[in-house]
């Protein structure tokens, strides 16, 4: 491997992420992600109290997909961006986008422009996420990037732990157009510290090239298609039968061009590795959506509460992420991976018991706790296996295409969640355990194939 040497002559074979070479950078990424994260925190909070003043409850689901939506097609234009003309353009426009998103949120007067504003969100943070991967890559020695994931993993722990009680108490004593509003003046500070220091810095062989509109149209259609299938599934109606087959017709044939060859049937390697992405984020981040909304309709808590339910996940998630970044979890990074999807997959279980109106609400907080933890394991590894198996030309596309994963577990995940709900009874115990527990299959489907990562 090429030792990066930075522009002031300081070698960087021995510096940390946080030592002079790279002090900057992280501090950049790390305020970029707490952002994110504090944003993801608010929305799961705030959004029941949205829904309900907008009377949109029916649309509760859809403001969740539509965010992924956007972010497929901005994914896909940020991996061709960065390998073409690297990733300090991607990243400014995303954060910028990001932000105008959440004005749009907070200052909506019904449920659809809502939804816009989280549409906008998507677009802007799928840009934004993507381009960190690339810098990851490009920016950071093969040593270091576990720890600079786990970073990532560790700007989640404020924004857990802080970030529900915060938008539990705008949303109730200010409102929760605040907990969006609140947010755009913050965006400057990653800005400025972040993307000076991404100056020079370019994709791999193919820096220069043309955009592939090829691919591009691709990532049009499976935005375009997957929209369509969300729209269908609120309907659930004769009406709903045509969009629904269009929608189909565009997302399949572009999901299996974007991602790698035999990402579905769990070929092994790479493939697999972007399948986990997939099946682990959307299953788990899917439940985690409507457990705010269960605590609030099943069990009459107050958002803050609601909110808080979720802290221990955020904390336990940062310190999985932190337990694989340690030098003695190379050797098992694969067995990182299944372990904490098994993890995962006994707390969302554990959730579906919790839908019962007279289970006890701490056990929603001890299972996220422990799921948390497993997610934090598995996510970072499958970024560092997903560098192990990629060549630096192909570190965009490769990244994209674990994004698009991602974004397209949640879309398939929380969209077959919410067409539950609705069918099984909105804000019943029915329709909350049918959620869960099709989590739950997800997850262990993710256990199942995990041993086909191995090239």
Known sequence: MTTLTHPTGVDDASAGILDRPFRMLTIGIVACVLLIAFEAMAVNTALPVAAKALHGVGLYAFAFTGFFTSSLLAMVVSGEWCDKRGPMLPLGVGIAVFGVGLVLAGTATS?????GGRVTQGFGAGLVIVALYV?????YPERLRPKVFAAFAASWVLPSVIGPLVAGTVTQHIGWRWVFLSIPVLIVAPLVLMLPQLRGLHGGDADGQPLDRRRLRLALALSVGAGLLQYAGQ????????PAALGAALLVPAALQLLPRGTFRARRGLPTVIL???IAAGAFISAEAFIPLMLITQHGYSPTFAGLSLAGGGIAWAGGSWLQGRPWAEPYRLRLVQAGLAVATVAVGLVALAAQPSAPAPLVAAA????????GLAIASIGVLLFALSAPEE????????QVSDALGNIVCTGLAGV?????GTGTTSG??????????FMAIGVAVCGRARP
């Open 420 to 424: 539950l709900f609705t069918t099984l």
């Open 368 to 375: 996220w706790t422990l799921g948390g933890c497993g997610m």
């Open 111 to 115: 449920m659809w422009t809502f939804v």
């Open 235 to 242: 309907r659930l109606d004769l009406w709903s039968l045509p």
């Open 432 to 441: 909350f355990m049918a959620v869960f527990v099709a989590m739950t299959a």
């Open 135 to 139: 810098v990851v890559g490009l920016r």
């Open 276 to 278: 986990l992405r997939g």
């Open 395 to 402: 570190t965009g596309a490769n990244s994209a295409s674990l």
